[in-house]
Nanobody, 122 residues
Framework: QVQLVESGGGLVQPGGSLRLSCAAS????????MGWYRQAPGKQRELVAA???????NYADSVKARFTISKDFANKKVYLQMNSLKPEDTAVYYC????????????????WGQGTQVTVSS
């Protein structure tokens, strides 16, 4: 089994910062990429940021220059530094991993964490 556990969410005032962490565990052979998605009430889940094993990154336009994704795949972790937070960043943030499990050759599968709530409000 593979598990993803997020941490670091909470309540923050507009303009504040939070750092989200996600740790993967289980029978993992290789992580190809990890990312963060978010889902606000009444909206679809959307990509926030993603990073590959080679270090390539991709960001949603709405978070560019404010959020930074980083990785420590040797320890099966990914982080999201969120600065200059806005009320519209309020959502449940989900960690995603695209990885190969032990004994599954080159088959890449996607996994999700349970999510962590981020609320930006004064």
């Amino acid at each position: 089994q593979v598990q993803l556990v997020e941490s670091g969410g909470g309540l923050v005032q507009p303009g504040g910062s939070l750092r989200l962490s996600c740790a993967a565990s289980g029978s993992i052979f290789r992580i190809n990429g990890m990312g963060w998605y978010r889902q606000a009430p009444g909206k679809q889940r959307e990509l926030v940021a993603a990073i590959t094993s080679a270090g390539s990154t991709n960001y949603a336009d709405s978070v560019k220059a404010r959020f930074t994704i980083s990785k420590d795949f040797a320890n099966k972790k990914v982080y999201l530094q969120m600065n200059s937070l806005k009320p519209e960043d309020t959502a449940v943030y989900y960690c995603n991993a695209e990885l190969i499990r032990l004994g599954e050759g080159r088959t890449t599968r996607g996994y999700w964490g349970q999510g962590t709530q981020v609320t930006v409000s004064s």
